[in-house]
T-cell receptor, first 111, second 113 residues
Framework: QKEVEQNSGPLSVPEGAIASLNCTYS??????FFWYRQYSGKSPELIMF????GDKEDGRFTAQLNKASQYVSLLIRDSQPSDSATYLC???????????FGTGTKLQVIP | KAGVTQTPRYLIKTRGQQVTLSCSPI?????VSWYQQTPGQGLQFLFE???????NKGNFPGRFSGRQFSNSRSEMNVSTLELGDSALYLC????????????FGEGSRLTVL
C-alpha cells in the first residue's frame, strides 16, 4: 500500500470552474502536508502547505486537511489553462526530511 | 537568490557503468534530499543529508549512495547501472527544519542503454 495515494486522472475541468484534487495518506504520524505543481518536463514547485486541520487559503488555492479521515485536498478556484499540470500531494512526519509523495493527479483545464 | 543547481542535466550511460550526479542547494540551506522520478512510480525518496550526515534513507539498493560536503553541496552515485535506473533524478534543497518544504532543482535525466 502506497503511503500517499492520489487518483492519477486526468481530471478535466472547464476554464473558470473549481478543480478539486484529493489525496489520502496512511501514516497517522504525518504532520505536514504539501501540494506541489509539476509542469510537463519541469521539476515540482511547492504551491501550498498545511499543518493544521481545516482550510488554508492562498489566492485561488485552498488546501484542506482532515487528520481524522487522513485526507488532504486542494481546491483551485477560477481554473485557468495555465493551471494544467500534474499536482503532487506529499506528507512528512516531521523531524527528518523524509517527504513522501503521491504519484500525482494530472489536471487539464479546457479553454 | 540562486536556486538549486543540478549537473549534468542529461546523460547517457550503458549498463554496468557508474554515474555521479551533483547538486548545489540554495544558499543557506543545509539539507539536500534526492528523489528518483519515473512515470510508473512517481517520486521515490532516495536519501537526505543534513550537515554532511545522512539522516534518512529510502528503500533503494546499496548501488545508490550519496554524500554531502561541508559547503552543503551533495553528490549521488549509482554504480553498476541497470536499465531500470533510467529516470529523472531530482535534488531538493531545504533548511532542514521540520517543516519539510522542499525546493527542487531541474533534475538530471539519466538514460541507461
Amino acid at each position: 500500500q502506497k503511503e500517499v495515494e492520489q487518483n492519477s486522472g486526468p481530471l478535466s475541468v472547464p476554464e473558470g470552474a473549481i478543480a478539486s484534487l484529493n489525496c489520502t495518506y496512511s501514516d497517522r504520524g504525518s504532520q505536514s502536508f504539501f501540494w506541489y505543481r509539476q509542469y510537463s518536463g519541469k521539476s515540482p514547485e511547492l504551491i501550498m502547505f498545511i499543518y493544521s486541520n481545516g482550510d488554508k487559503e492562498d489566492g485561488r488555492f485552498t488546501a484542506q486537511l482532515n487528520k481524522a479521515s487522513q485526507y488532504v485536498s486542494l481546491l483551485i478556484r477560477d481554473s485557468q489553462p495555465s493551471d494544467s499540470a500534474t499536482y503532487l500531494c506529499a506528507a512528512s512526519s516531521g523531524g527528518y526530511q523524509k517527504v513522501t509523495f503521491g504519484t500525482g493527479t494530472k489536471l487539464q483545464v479546457i479553454p | 537568490k540562486a536556486g538549486v543547481t543540478q549537473t549534468p542535466r542529461y546523460l547517457i550511460k550503458t549498463r554496468g557503468q557508474q554515474v555521479t550526479l551533483s547538486c548545489s542547494p540554495i544558499s543557506g540551506h543545509r539539507s539536500v534530499s534526492w528523489y528518483q522520478q519515473t512515470p510508473g512510480q512517481g517520486l521515490q525518496f532516495l536519501f537526505e543529508y543534513f550537515s554532511e550526515t545522512q539522516r534518512n534513507k529510502g528503500n533503494f539498493p546499496g548501488r545508490f549512495s550519496g554524500r554531502q560536503f561541508s559547503n552543503s553541496r551533495s553528490e549521488m552515485n549509482v554504480s553498476t547501472l541497470e536499465l531500470g535506473d533510467s529516470a529523472l533524478y531530482l535534488c531538493a534543497s531545504s533548511t532542514g527544519d521540520s517543516t519539510g518544504e522542499l525546493f527542487f532543482g531541474e533534475g538530471s535525466r539519466l538514460t541507461v542503454l
